[in-house]
């Protein structure tokens, strides 16, 4: 599904993810995790990519135990957020360099993070992966 690439877009969003959510039969935990991380990176998309209006593209899917919801901008530079460094957590708040904790909070919040970029099409695909119960099973 597509989405207006605006702020306002975050109701329907959450929406449309909720409603797969309680489809699966995905605990609260997940449901949390999953909404917080897909606002982070909606979020970020919608404030560092504002050079295209073209909306941003939510897919969801259950493979087996994990829920993936894929996030596609368009007409984009490559972000690896796998390759992002850290921020640095150690120092104290006023000598952290700003931004990142948005990133290592969705990489806390989620199982898996995976990072696709096309050259030719100038899409940017983040998928986010969460374990339905123990990983191991």
């Known amino acids: 599904m597509e989405f207006p690439k605006e702020i306002t877009s975050l109701p329907r969003i959450f929406d449309y993810l909720n409603t797969f959510f309680r489809q699966q039969k995905a605990d609260q935990n997940i449901v949390f995790a999953l909404n917080l991380a897909v606002e982070e990176i909606f979020t970020n998309l919608v404030k560092y990519n504002s050079d295209s209006t073209r909306p941003i593209r939510i897919r969801l899917k259950k493979n087996g135990r ?11 530079k490559p972000f690896d957020i796998t390759r992002h460094k850290n921020t640095v957590h150690s120092l104290p708040l006023e000598a952290r360099p700003s931004g990142g904790l948005g990133l290592r909070l969705v990489k806390k919040m989620t199982d898996e993070v995976h990072y696709d970029y096309n050259k030719k099409t100038r899409e940017y695909t983040i998928t986010l992966v969460k374990y339905l119960g123990d990983r191991n099973v």
Not at 66 to 76: L, P, R
């Open 66 to 76: 994990k829920i993936s919801v894929s996030i596609s901008d368009f007409t984009t």
